[in-house]
Protein backbone atom coordinates (compact mmCIF):
# COMPACT_ATOMS: atom_id res chain seq x y z
CA UNK A 1 0.00 0.00 0.00
CA UNK A 2 2.74 2.24 0.39
CA UNK A 3 3.32 2.58 -3.45
CA UNK A 4 -0.41 3.65 -3.78
CA UNK A 5 -0.23 7.17 -3.29
CA UNK A 6 3.02 8.37 -5.79
CA UNK A 7 1.07 6.22 -8.58
CA UNK A 8 -1.95 8.08 -7.77
CA UNK A 9 -0.32 11.24 -8.27
CA UNK A 10 1.82 10.40 -11.18
CA UNK A 11 -1.50 9.66 -12.77
CA UNK A 12 -3.40 12.75 -11.68
CA UNK A 13 -0.25 14.81 -13.15
CA UNK A 14 -0.78 12.58 -16.20
CA UNK A 15 -4.34 13.43 -16.82
CA UNK A 16 -4.12 17.11 -15.97
CA UNK A 17 -1.41 17.34 -19.07
CA UNK A 18 -3.28 15.97 -21.25
CA UNK A 19 -5.94 17.99 -20.44
CA UNK A 20 -3.77 21.15 -21.43
CA UNK A 21 -2.72 19.66 -24.77
CA UNK A 22 -5.68 20.67 -26.54
CA UNK A 23 -6.41 24.34 -25.11
CA UNK A 24 -2.90 24.89 -26.33
CA UNK A 25 -3.58 23.53 -29.92
CA UNK A 26 -5.96 25.64 -30.20
CA UNK A 27 -3.93 29.16 -30.20
CA UNK A 28 -4.71 32.25 -31.68
CA UNK A 29 -6.77 32.54 -34.81
CA UNK A 30 -4.79 34.09 -37.69
CA UNK A 31 -7.01 36.93 -38.97
CA UNK A 32 -6.40 39.33 -42.10
CA UNK A 33 -7.78 41.66 -44.13
CA UNK A 34 -6.54 43.61 -47.45
CA UNK A 35 -8.28 46.58 -48.73
CA UNK A 36 -7.75 48.80 -51.67
CA UNK A 37 -5.31 51.60 -51.90
CA UNK A 38 -7.95 53.61 -53.47
CA UNK A 39 -11.73 53.62 -52.55
CA UNK A 40 -14.77 55.43 -54.19
CA UNK A 41 -16.19 58.40 -52.47
CA UNK A 42 -19.83 57.25 -51.15
CA UNK A 43 -19.41 53.95 -52.66
CA UNK A 44 -19.31 50.54 -50.56
CA UNK A 45 -15.58 49.17 -51.29
CA UNK A 46 -14.91 45.29 -51.71
CA UNK A 47 -12.69 43.81 -49.26
CA UNK A 48 -11.25 40.33 -48.40
CA UNK A 49 -10.53 38.62 -45.65
CA UNK A 50 -9.50 35.79 -43.95
CA UNK A 51 -9.96 33.67 -40.16
CA UNK A 52 -8.18 30.50 -40.01
CA UNK A 53 -7.79 28.63 -36.71
CA UNK A 54 -10.67 30.50 -35.35
CA UNK A 55 -12.26 27.80 -33.17
CA UNK A 56 -15.28 28.94 -31.61
CA UNK A 57 -14.25 32.27 -31.67
CA UNK A 58 -16.83 35.14 -32.79
CA UNK A 59 -15.55 37.27 -35.85
CA UNK A 60 -16.11 40.71 -36.99
CA UNK A 61 -15.48 43.78 -38.86
CA UNK A 62 -15.43 46.82 -37.07
CA UNK A 63 -14.93 50.28 -37.72
CA UNK A 64 -13.61 53.21 -35.31
CA UNK A 65 -15.69 55.74 -34.29
CA UNK A 66 -13.40 59.35 -33.84
CA UNK A 67 -16.59 60.61 -31.38
CA UNK A 68 -16.54 57.95 -29.27
CA UNK A 69 -13.39 56.88 -29.50
CA UNK A 70 -14.68 53.15 -29.78
CA UNK A 71 -14.83 50.36 -32.02
CA UNK A 72 -18.30 49.39 -33.63
CA UNK A 73 -19.07 46.10 -35.42
CA UNK A 74 -20.94 46.53 -38.62
CA UNK A 75 -20.51 42.98 -40.01
CA UNK A 76 -20.29 39.39 -38.42
CA UNK A 77 -17.80 37.05 -40.41
CA UNK A 78 -18.51 33.18 -41.17
CA UNK A 79 -16.14 30.95 -42.66
CA UNK A 80 -12.60 30.69 -42.88
CA UNK A 81 -12.46 33.08 -45.71
CA UNK A 82 -14.02 35.39 -48.40
CA UNK A 83 -15.18 39.07 -49.77
CA UNK A 84 -17.35 41.43 -48.35
CA UNK A 85 -18.19 45.33 -48.35
CA UNK A 86 -17.53 48.28 -46.22
CA UNK A 87 -19.91 51.03 -45.83
CA UNK A 88 -20.24 53.76 -48.43
CA UNK A 89 -17.71 56.35 -46.95
CA UNK A 90 -17.22 60.04 -47.93
CA UNK A 91 -13.89 61.76 -48.35
CA UNK A 92 -11.35 60.70 -45.88
CA UNK A 93 -8.90 58.06 -44.00
CA UNK A 94 -10.54 55.58 -42.17
CA UNK A 95 -9.48 52.77 -39.69
CA UNK A 96 -11.03 49.48 -39.59
CA UNK A 97 -10.54 46.20 -38.67
CA UNK A 98 -10.94 42.64 -38.60
CA UNK A 99 -11.48 41.04 -34.79
CA UNK A 100 -12.29 37.48 -32.50
CA UNK A 101 -13.99 37.80 -29.58
CA UNK A 102 -14.25 34.59 -26.91
CA UNK A 103 -17.68 33.57 -25.45
CA UNK A 104 -17.38 35.76 -22.95
CA UNK A 105 -17.02 38.71 -25.62
CA UNK A 106 -13.17 39.20 -24.75
CA UNK A 107 -10.99 40.52 -27.34
CA UNK A 108 -8.71 37.42 -28.67
CA UNK A 109 -6.74 39.56 -31.35
CA UNK A 110 -7.65 42.38 -34.15
CA UNK A 111 -5.66 43.12 -37.52
CA UNK A 112 -6.30 46.95 -38.50
CA UNK A 113 -5.99 48.35 -42.16
CA UNK A 114 -6.64 52.33 -43.55
CA UNK A 115 -9.13 53.06 -45.66
CA UNK A 116 -8.04 55.83 -48.19
CA UNK A 117 -11.41 57.25 -49.10
CA UNK A 118 -10.65 59.50 -52.66
CA UNK A 119 -13.24 61.85 -54.09
CA UNK A 120 -13.57 64.99 -56.03
CA UNK A 121 -12.97 68.33 -54.53
CA UNK A 122 -12.74 71.75 -56.12
CA UNK A 123 -9.52 73.80 -55.79
CA UNK A 124 -11.67 76.96 -53.73
CA UNK A 125 -12.12 73.84 -50.88
CA UNK A 126 -8.85 72.13 -51.25
CA UNK A 127 -6.68 75.40 -50.40
CA UNK A 128 -9.61 78.29 -48.97
CA UNK A 129 -6.93 80.49 -50.21
CA UNK A 130 -7.59 84.43 -49.18
CA UNK A 131 -10.65 86.20 -50.43
CA UNK A 132 -8.71 88.83 -52.24
CA UNK A 133 -7.22 86.44 -54.65
CA UNK A 134 -10.98 84.87 -56.10
CA UNK A 135 -12.43 86.41 -58.55
CA UNK A 136 -13.89 86.42 -62.11
CA UNK A 137 -11.28 87.32 -65.05
CA UNK A 138 -14.16 88.19 -67.77
CA UNK A 139 -16.11 85.00 -67.66
CA UNK A 140 -13.63 82.55 -65.73
CA UNK A 141 -13.77 82.20 -62.33
CA UNK A 142 -10.61 81.87 -60.51
CA UNK A 143 -9.69 80.56 -57.58
CA UNK A 144 -6.07 81.60 -57.76
CA UNK A 145 -4.23 85.05 -59.68
CA UNK A 146 -0.26 84.53 -59.91
CA UNK A 147 2.45 87.30 -61.19
CA UNK A 148 6.17 87.60 -60.81
CA UNK A 149 8.89 89.93 -62.50
CA UNK A 150 10.57 86.67 -63.37
CA UNK A 151 9.54 84.70 -66.59
CA UNK A 152 9.75 81.51 -65.43
CA UNK A 153 8.50 80.62 -61.31
CA UNK A 154 7.02 78.74 -59.17
CA UNK A 155 3.51 79.70 -58.56
CA UNK A 156 1.98 77.03 -56.06
CA UNK A 157 3.81 74.29 -54.00
CA UNK A 158 1.76 71.72 -52.09
CA UNK A 159 4.41 69.46 -49.79
CA UNK A 160 2.05 66.81 -48.55
CA UNK A 161 0.75 65.96 -51.10
CA UNK A 162 -3.30 64.04 -50.25
CA UNK A 163 -4.63 64.13 -54.02
CA UNK A 164 -4.14 60.92 -56.79
CA UNK A 165 -5.01 63.49 -59.44
CA UNK A 166 -5.72 66.77 -60.40
CA UNK A 167 -7.24 68.89 -63.18
CA UNK A 168 -6.08 72.67 -63.96
CA UNK A 169 -7.67 75.51 -66.29
CA UNK A 170 -5.95 78.71 -66.77
CA UNK A 171 -5.39 81.69 -68.51
CA UNK A 172 -2.51 83.39 -68.92
CA UNK A 173 -3.67 87.27 -69.12
CA UNK A 174 -3.36 90.85 -68.02
CA UNK A 175 -4.99 92.98 -65.50
CA UNK A 176 -7.14 94.07 -67.86
CA UNK A 177 -9.03 91.45 -70.15
CA UNK A 178 -9.84 93.60 -72.61
CA UNK A 179 -6.20 94.74 -73.31
CA UNK A 180 -4.63 92.34 -76.16
CA UNK A 181 -1.22 90.60 -75.44
CA UNK A 182 0.70 88.01 -77.43
CA UNK A 183 2.25 84.92 -77.20
CA UNK A 184 1.75 82.00 -75.21
CA UNK A 185 2.15 81.05 -71.73
CA UNK A 186 3.17 77.56 -70.33
CA UNK A 187 2.00 75.27 -67.36
CA UNK A 188 4.29 72.79 -66.17
CA UNK A 189 3.31 70.38 -63.60
CA UNK A 190 6.54 69.27 -61.32
CA UNK A 191 5.62 65.79 -59.43
CA UNK A 192 7.94 64.13 -56.72
CA UNK A 193 9.88 61.25 -58.65
CA UNK A 194 7.82 61.30 -61.96
CA UNK A 195 8.26 63.24 -65.24
CA UNK A 196 6.58 67.07 -65.98
CA UNK A 197 3.62 67.72 -67.31
CA UNK A 198 3.59 70.61 -69.86
CA UNK A 199 0.48 72.46 -71.15
CA UNK A 200 0.56 75.75 -73.11
CA UNK A 201 -2.21 78.33 -74.14
CA UNK A 202 -2.14 81.15 -76.16
CA UNK A 203 -2.50 84.51 -74.06
CA UNK A 204 -6.30 85.38 -72.70
CA UNK A 205 -7.24 81.68 -73.75
CA UNK A 206 -8.30 79.51 -71.52
CA UNK A 207 -5.67 76.11 -71.18
CA UNK A 208 -5.96 72.99 -69.52
CA UNK A 209 -3.84 70.55 -67.77
CA UNK A 210 -4.24 66.69 -66.19
CA UNK A 211 -1.82 65.10 -64.34
CA UNK A 212 -1.30 62.05 -62.08
CA UNK A 213 0.37 62.89 -58.42
CA UNK A 214 2.46 60.98 -56.14
CA UNK A 215 0.25 61.00 -52.82
CA UNK A 216 1.91 62.23 -49.91
CA UNK A 217 4.84 63.51 -51.90
CA UNK A 218 5.64 67.53 -53.46
CA UNK A 219 4.23 68.56 -56.22
CA UNK A 220 4.44 72.28 -58.14
CA UNK A 221 2.61 74.39 -60.66
CA UNK A 222 5.65 75.91 -62.71
CA UNK A 223 5.03 78.99 -65.04
CA UNK A 224 6.71 80.68 -67.83
CA UNK A 225 5.98 82.87 -70.37
CA UNK A 226 7.31 84.99 -73.41
CA UNK A 227 9.03 88.35 -72.19
CA UNK A 228 6.78 91.07 -73.94
CA UNK A 229 8.85 93.88 -73.47
CA UNK A 230 8.12 95.37 -69.59
CA UNK A 231 4.90 93.31 -69.87
CA UNK A 232 4.14 90.02 -68.19
CA UNK A 233 1.40 87.69 -67.60
CA UNK A 234 -1.18 87.60 -64.70
CA UNK A 235 -2.19 84.07 -64.42
CA UNK A 236 -5.46 82.85 -63.25
CA UNK A 237 -5.92 79.12 -62.15
CA UNK A 238 -9.21 77.32 -61.36
CA UNK A 239 -9.22 72.88 -61.00
CA UNK A 240 -10.27 70.64 -59.08
CA UNK A 241 -8.30 67.31 -57.46
CA UNK A 242 -8.71 63.41 -56.62
CA UNK A 243 -8.10 63.53 -52.97
CA UNK A 244 -8.40 61.69 -49.67
CA UNK A 245 -8.82 64.98 -47.66
CA UNK A 246 -11.13 67.77 -48.68
CA UNK A 247 -8.40 70.17 -47.47
CA UNK A 248 -4.29 70.65 -48.23
CA UNK A 249 -2.94 72.05 -44.57
CA UNK A 250 0.56 72.47 -46.36
CA UNK A 251 1.40 74.51 -49.48
CA UNK A 252 2.53 77.53 -50.35
CA UNK A 253 1.65 79.55 -53.19
CA UNK A 254 3.50 83.19 -55.34
CA UNK A 255 0.82 85.66 -54.15
CA UNK A 256 0.25 88.76 -56.40
Known amino acids: MRRIVPLLGLALA?????????????????????VPAHAHANKPTTVSWHARNR???????????????SWGTFRH????????????EPIGIYDF??????????????????????????WKTLFQPPKSQAGTYGSFHYVFS?????VDYTALKVSDNPCSSVHIEYIPGTENPNESVGGEGTVKVGRHGRSTVTSQAAAQH??????????GKSWTVNLSEPGNGTRLFTWYFNGTAVCDQTRVTTYSYNQN
Open 77 to 88: LHGTSGKTTFPA
Open 55 to 69: GSDTVVLQGYNGNTQ
Open 206 to 215: VGTVNASLPV
Open 14 to 34: ASTALIAVPVSAAGTPDLGLK
Open 97 to 122: RIAAYSHSGKLVTAVGRKLHVFGTVK
Open 146 to 150: FFSNE
